[in-house]
């Protein structure tokens, strides 16, 4: 399993950024897909929630309204439209996979930052 997170950045606040995770080494297309984020000194939390066909879409309450997740299966590909931002958003950014065994597979995740 591979996953390779791109899009991370420099932006000022009320700017958007688009992050995207390419995934190879599974069959993306029956998967859910998740976005993390860790800040500084902070615990790894859950952005965003996709499900395998992507009717299914859950947030976090602090992006909710702002935050978009979004994928491609036939690009093995899954998105998060980030709009509004703010210097709280400050973070890397993760792409997960959860496999049939329990066993969590990580991207080396891509820099946002958030400042003027």
């Known amino acids: 399993v591979q996953l390779v997170e791109s899009g991370g950045g420099l932006v000022q606040p009320g700017g958007s950024l688009r992050l995207s995770c390419t995934a190879s080494?599974?069959?993306?297309?029956?998967?859910?897909m998740r976005w993390y984020r860790q800040a500084p000194g902070k615990e790894r939390e859950s952005v965003a929630l996709?499900?395998?066909?992507?009717?299914?879409?859950n947030y976090a309450e602090s992006v909710k309204g702002r935050f978009t997740i979004s994928r491609d299966n036939a690009k093995n590909t899954v998105y998060l439209q980030m709009n509004s931002l703010k210097p709280e958003d400050t973070a890397v950014y993760y792409c997960?996979?959860?496999?049939?065994?329990?066993?969590?597979?990580w991207g080396q995740g891509t820099q946002v930052t958030v400042s003027s």
């Open positions: 997960n996979v959860l496999d049939v065994f329990g066993v969590n597979y």
């Open positions: 996709i499900s395998s066909s992507g009717a299914v879409r």
């Open positions: 080494g599974f069959t993306f297309s029956s998967y859910p």
